[in-house]
């Protein structure tokens, strides 16, 4: 069970997931200092190592703005999986190789996809094919709308 939060971890919480919600990612420290009137990054760094003790959030040590919003309103996306983290409603995927260069997708690509059931023709979806998740487009892609786990959002690469 979740501890109870100060008013300031509350706001910090609330912004995190209004954020993630609204934009498909977390904000920065920053970001996070400036809506919330904020001085130090210092103290936006506590509530979210706080945060993350109280069980509200699950940080991952290796990225940067990857963490997992635990939210109990939020329902899970289906058949994820443990390699893909989860940012309420929002997972991530690396991309393992260069076989989606079709679709303008590079090896060590990460792709957020934000947790839909449907999608539009010309959208980038992730499905549930053979076992594991992969990354379609839409319009050439002949399956069934129960494989559909989400909808590609954004897209970072390191150059």
């Known amino acids: 069970m979740q501890e109870i939060l100060t008013k300031k971890q509350q706001l910090v919480y609330e912004y995190l997931l209004n954020e993630s919600k609204k934009r498909g990612y977390p904000p920065s420290i920053k970001e996070i200092c400036a809506a919330l009137g904020l001085k130090s990054t210092a103290t936006v760094h506590n509530h ?13 040590p290796t990225k940067t703005r990857v963490f997992e919003i635990i939210d109990a309103e939020q329902p ?35 792709v957020h996809c934000k947790c839909q059931l449907s999608a539009e023709p010309g959208q980038l979806v992730a499905i549930w094919e053979n076992d594991a ?11 069934n709308n129960d494989e559909v786990l989400g909808v590609a959002t954004e897209l970072r690469r390191k150059y």
């Not at 190789?97 to 060590?108: A, E, H, I, T, Y």
């Not at 998740?133 to 399956?143: P, W």
């Open 76 to 110: 899970p996306c289906k058949k994820t999986t443990a390699k893909l983290p989860k940012t309420s409603g929002i997972f991530v995927y690396n991309v393992p190789n260069s076989k989606l260069r079709s679709v303008g997708l590079l090896k060590g690509d990460v």
């Open 133 to 143: 998740i992969t990354l379609k487009a839409y319009n050439h892609v002949d399956f």
């Open 48 to 60: 979210l190592t706080t945060l993350e003790k109280k069980g509200y959030i699950r940080k991952y």
